[in-house]
C-alpha cells in the first residue's frame, strides 16, 4: 500500500449526520505552517505518497486546503492530493478553482436520493439542506476530473442501495466510493439487506461495463489494514502524530494516547508509526463493544467479496477498452 499522509485540517463541520463518529466540537484547527511542516516531514523524511484532507468538513478552511494543494504540486514525490468533502462549501467559483489541481481527487459524499441522503444527515442552524446545494452546484462538479462520489450506506438505508446507486448515476456521476457504516451495530437482516444491495449493483455495474460505457469503483484499487480508519502519518487538528486516525471517534477518543507518537515539533520516526499501526485491529478489537466489532468485520467482509467479484469483470473491461483503442 502506497504511503500516506492523513491531515486532519479541522474536526468542526456543519452537519451532524447520524452514522459520523467524528468528534467535531472543542477542537482546535491546524494552521497554515502546520501544514507546511507536515507535508515537509511527509515529503522529506517519508518519502512522500498521497495526501488526504480530513475533517470534520475541511472545506470550512479554505485556506489550508488552498495551502496543502500548492505543496503538493510543487513536490515531486507527492502522487495525489484528495479532498473528502460533504459538498456544502462548494461554490461554483470554488469548484472551478479546483478544476486545474492536477493532483486534486476531490471526494464528494452524496448517499443517494434526497430522502435518503437528507435522513442521515443534521444539519445545524442556518445550514441549507445538502441535497439540494449539491444540485445546485451539479453542473460544475461534473466538470472536475476526478470528482468521486462516496456512497455511504447507512443499516437504515442497506434496504435502498441499489435504488441509491442508481440515483447517483442518473445524476450523471460515473466515479463511486461504496462505504457501508462502520464501527455501529448492524442487524442482522439489515447485513443481509446489504449484501443484497452489494449484489444488484454489482450486476448493475458488470452491464454497464459489458455495454463498454464508463464506472470507475475506487474500491477496487484500496487495501487497507484497519477497517474505514486510515494508517499512516496521521496529523489531527491539535498537531498530534498518530499511527491511526481512529481517535477521531468520539466513542474511541480514550484510545488516542494509545495511538499517539509525538506532534509535529516532535515527530515519530517512520518505522514507529509502522510498528504501531500493526497494533490497531487488536486495539479496536479488544476496545470496542463486541455487536460494534462484529458488525465492523461483517459489512467489511461484504465489501471485499463485492470487490473481489467485480474485480475479474474489472479486468475485461479494461483489456476490451485497450483493444479498441489500440
Known sequence: MRQQLILTLTRACNLRCSYCPTAKDGWPS?????????????????????????GG?????????????KLAHEKQNIDWIYLSTNGLPLTKDRIRSLVPWKKLILTLSVDGTEKDHQRMRRSLEGVPNSYRHILSVKE???????????????????????????????MGFRRFNFLPGYYIPWREHQLRELEIGFQSIEKEIRLLWKRGEYLYVRNLFVQAPTPFFNTGLIVDSDRSIHASNLGLSSKLDSLREQTKLGDLDNPPTKQAVIKKAEEINSILASSLPPNVWSSTQKVDAGLTQFCTQLWPHFLRYRKKKKDRSA
Not at 468521486?148 to 442508481?166: K, L, M
Request: charge should be negative.
Open 57 to 69: 468538513e475541511p472545506l470550512l478552511e479554505p485556506k489550508l486546503v488552498e495551502e496543502a494543494l
Open 140 to 170: 460544475e462538479l461534473l466538470r472536475v476530473p476526478r470528482l468521486v462520489v462516496t456512497q455511504t450506506i447507512a443499516p437504515a438505508t442497506a434496504s435502498h442501495a441499489y435504488e441509491n446507486f442508481r440515483h447517483l448515476y442518473s
Open 30 to 54: 491546524l494552521q497554515t505552517a502546520d501544514v507546511r511542516e507536515a507535508i515537509r516531514i511527509f515529503s522529506d523524511e517519508w518519502g512522500g505518497g498521497s495526501i488526504k484532507l480530513f
